[in-house]
């Protein structure tokens, strides 16, 4: 059910093609109850003799289908688990973003991969996070991903990020953009040093 209290429901429609040969297809079918009219689509349609299986159906907040299914076909055929989706990209307006850097503190003279952003979100999930957009500073994004809590980190060239500080404390900007293609950006603070020998 939707927020409007609308039925969405995903299924499996079989397709009779040669019951004396048992070919038959599965195909995958989104149908939605808009404006008390139900509304149908193929949303994956399967060959001769492959089969959808094992439906699973979520709506995102803004409404738009979420399906994930197995697709169970001849030896020769794609199997395994497939997604499918379609709408808009979902972004609530009164969205906001917090950010965490690690290390607190960043020797400048150190060695080291990587510097961690955790960016935590409001009234979004991670998800709706362009992974590729991010940068630190201006240093790009070299691995993104989702905490076991939800939390989006990311990892950014050490040494990259260490040029583009000043000894003492700085303010550091992570920009990146949502899905749907709008911008946020977060700050935090980090102390550099660059202790003698």
């Known amino acids: 059910?939707?927020?409007?209290?609308?039925?969405?429901?995903?299924y499996h429609d079989l397709t009779t093609i040669d019951p004396s040969r048992y070919l038959y297809d599965l195909d995958l079918i989104y149908a939605a109850r808009v404006n008390g009219t139900w509304t149908h689509e193929t949303a994956y349609g399967a060959g001769t003799i492959d089969q959808v299986q094992f439906v699973s159906l979520a709506l995102d907040r803004c409404g738009n289908p979420h399906i994930a299914f197995y697709l169970a076909g001849a030896p020769?055929?794609?199997q395994g688990v497939y997604y499918a989706t379609s709408g808009r990209p979902c972004v609530p307006s009164a969205t906001s973003v917090s950010l965490k850097v690690e290390p607190r503190t960043l020797n400048?003279?150190?060695?080291?991969?990587?510097?961690?952003?955790?960016?935590?979100?409001?009234?979004?999930?991670?998800?709706?996070?362009?992974l590729h957009s991010l940068t630190l500073n201006g240093v790009p994004v070299a691995w993104a991903g989702t905490g076991w809590n939800g939390t989006l980190v990311a990892k950014f060239d050490r040494a990259a990020f260490a040029a583009t500080l000043k000894v003492g404390t700085n303010v550091i900007t992570l920009a990146g953009r949502w899905r749907d293609g709008s911008a946020f950006a977060a700050t935090d603070v980090i102390l550099a040093i660059r202790p003698g020998k």
């Open 1 to 10: 059910m939707d927020s409007n209290r609308s039925p969405h429901v995903a």
């Open 76 to 78: 020769l055929d794609p």
């Open 108 to 130: 400048l003279k150190s060695r080291g991969n990587w510097v961690t952003a955790l960016l935590t979100t409001k009234n979004a999930s991670a998800t709706d996070v362009d």
